[in-house]
């Protein structure tokens, strides 16, 4: 089992910060990063975001947080086209006969 990365949707509760989605990226490092770096949203600071994005690096099954960052509610959504949108073109594009 080798190296997975992944974007969690995460929202804050009552008991902390709970996943309400995830997208499989791949095991391509410089793509996942590429991919995160263009979406919107800032750094944490301190307890006041509510929604947040984290990409995370599954090696062997065990998942390392490597970046997060807060969101409102219309950049998860702008994010989440982004994410769709990327992930739909380099799926597609890999299948296509040359």
């Given amino acids: 089992m080798g190296t997975t990365f992944f974007i ?7 008991d902390g910060f709970e996943r309400f989605g995830c997208f499989e990226i791949g095991c391509d490092r410089e793509f996942a990063l590429k991919l995160f770096l263009a979406l ?3 750094p944490p600071e301190g307890e ?14 065990l998942p390392v947080s490597i970046q997060v960052i807060d ?5 998860i959504c702008r994010n989440v086209k982004i994410i ?10 890999r299948q296509m006969p040359l």
């Fill in 40 to 42: 919107e949203g800032r």
């Fill in 48 to 61: 006041q975001g509510v929604l947040q994005l984290d990409l995370v690096e599954s090696y062997r099954g």
């Fill in 84 to 93: 769709t949108r990327e992930l739909f073109k380099r799926i597609n594009l």
């Fill in 71 to 75: 969101c409102s509610i219309s950049e």
């Fill in 8 to 14: 969690e949707l995460n929202m804050k509760t009552a």
